[in-house]
């Protein structure tokens, strides 16, 4: 069974840095899609970024996060990470590590935003940036 865990949220000031760990165990993960969304109070969870575990270079964000965040993997040690930089107070929210799993052994699955085509998520790490 695939398991995702979140780490690196904190609190942090406006303007600062973190990084998110997403750490994914149960499967060889190539061919799948992993994402990062997050959700904050009252609101929708939304799409942040993802990335194909096969291509690296093969990248999406949502736009506000374009040039500010970097999506990356490191396939040795089966883990997903999120750099946040330069980060804002609406930023503020709890961030979910998702994975999109192949509906067919060898088949390498397109990135999308939508968060109904991820079948395995994380519990989430909460993210808060002060003013």
């Known amino acids: 069974q695939v398991q995702l865990v979140e780490s690196g949220g904190g609190l942090v000031q406006a303007g600062g840095s973190l990084r998110l760990s997403c750490a994914a165990s149960?499967?060889?993960?190539?061919?799948?899609?992993m994402g990062w969304f997050r959700q904050a109070p009252g609101k929708e969870r939304e799409f942040v970024a993802a990335?194909?575990?096969?291509?690296?270079?093969?990248?999406h964000y949502r736009g506000s996060v374009k040039g500010r965040f970097t999506i990356s993997r490191d396939t040795a040690k089966n883990t997903l990470y999120l750099q946040m930089n330069t980060l804002r107070p609406e930023d503020t929210a709890v961030y979910y590590c998702?994975?999109?799993?192949?509906?067919?052994?060898?088949?390498?699955?397109?990135?999308?935003?939508?968060?109904?085509?991820?079948?395995?998520w994380g519990r989430g790490t909460q993210v808060t940036v002060s003013s």
């Open positions: 149960g499967r060889t993960f190539s061919g799948y899609v």
């Open positions: 998702a994975a999109d799993a192949p509906r067919t052994a060898g088949f390498i699955v397109a990135i999308t935003t939508a968060s109904r085509a991820y079948d395995y």
């Open positions: 990335i194909s575990w096969s291509d690296s270079t093969n990248t």
